[in-house]
């Protein structure tokens, strides 16, 4: 066990935070929830941490972070509404539009070429 992330009472980092795989039982991430049909639902979370070396940044050291939340506190996810579905599929549809060409691409633009690709790259 690492000593060095093992803070229940959360005096050292602002929330009780644990060693990977060294959690409480009954907590689960965002996406372990929203498998399950639930959705944290507003509760506080905890931390897990531990070092990866395929998580490098220059000039800090290699530390991952997950959050979890109680299973038990977790409410259902908000069932899809006529209203909702409209607005995602407009969302959507904004996002496959080219500015330039004003066309469906068909699927979302890049935002690193800001245009569908034939506008992006004509020949």
Do not use: E, H
């Not at 639902?41 to 531990?50: H, K, N, R, S, Y």
Request: net charge positive.
């Amino acid at each position: 066990m690492s000593a060095r992330f093992f803070d229940p009472d959360g005096d050292r980092f602002g929330m009780p935070t644990f060693p990977f795989r060294m959690a409480p039982d009954g907590y689960a991430t965002r996406r372990q929830l929203r498998a399950d049909g639930l959705r944290p639902g507003g509760q506080d979370a905890i931390q897990i941490m531990w070092f990866s070396n395929r998580y490098r940044r220059p000039g800090r050291p290699p530390i991952r972070v997950a959050y979890l939340y109680r299973r038990d506190r977790a409410k259902p996810v908000r069932p899809m509404t006529p209203g909702r579905a409209a607005a995602l599929a407009k969302a959507m549809l904004a996002r496959r539009t080219c500015p330039n060409c004003r066309t469906d691409a068909g699927y979302c633009i890049p935002p690193s070429l800001g245009m569908c690709v034939p506008c992006a790259y004509p020949n």
